[in-house]
């Protein structure tokens, strides 16, 4: 029997909640260097290729600059396709909020991220096999109140790990784009910033109790 939230039968155009944690709950980002290759990843997956100039570099550049030109053009992009409108990476976990434009869009970003940190990962510990919990998995969100409501327990993840500081000083989540003090053009909190006129740090930061219809959509 498939675990929950395994199967992969995704719909156009639709919100997802994506996550999962180290095989074993081991750790997946054990320093500064690893969370910084995965979000760059995340940018190159996610931001328009810049084909002008890759291939500029493919025709003028010093070997170096075009053996990087290659490899960039060679890899895929979603940019087009997935829309990621929240994160959040701890040490032995990830939660992404995602927008999917194709029915195969999430299945294929996923492999090519999850893929290419995993090999990364292990040349740089030398070790061999899985990195991650099995799949991925992933949860339709099916509401406004759902929507809204994830993107608070995202950004409230590393509360417990901060132990007291503020929840804008953690660095590898989408919190500071929401709070307009950092500006990844790959993360887009356009959407769901467009229902609070109120700060939206007020409703992170807020006591209020999350509504029952989030729990369908947290990692078990």
Not at 127 to 141: E, W
């Amino acid at each position: 029997m498939s675990a929950k939230n395994t199967i992969k039968s995704y719909s156009l155009n639709s919100f997802y909640h994506l996550y999962n944690r180290g095989v074993e709950k081991r750790l997946i980002f054990l320093d500064e260097q690893d969370y910084n290759v995965f979000q760059s990843y995340l940018e190159t997956y996610l931001l328009p290729k810049e084909l002008d100039q890759l291939n500029t570099l493919l025709e003028n550049g010093n070997p170096k600059e075009k053996d990087t030109a290659r490899k960039l053009l060679r890899l895929n992009n979603f940019s087009d396709q997935i829309k990621l409108l929240a994160y959040c990476l701890m040490p032995n976990h990830f939660h992404f909020l995602i927008h999917q434009k194709e029915a195969d869009s999430i299945d294929r970003f996923s492999n090519s991220l999850f893929t290419r940190y995993s090999m990364y990962f292990n040349k740089k510990y030398k070790r061999v096999g899985p990195l991650f919990q099995d799949i991925y998995k992933a949860v339709l969100v099916q509401s406004e109140e759902q929507l809204l409501w994830l993107s608070r327990y995202i950004h409230r993840n590393p509360k417990d790990l901060l132990q007291g500081s503020p929840l804008q000083s953690y660095k590898h989540s989408s919190y500071p784009e929401y709070l307009e003090t950092r500006n990844r053009g790959w993360v887009k909190p356009e959407e769901i910033l467009s229902y609070f006129k109120s700060p939206y740090k007020d409703f992170i930061e807020g006591h209020e109790p999350e509504p029952e219809s989030l729990y369908p959509l947290l990692l078990e």
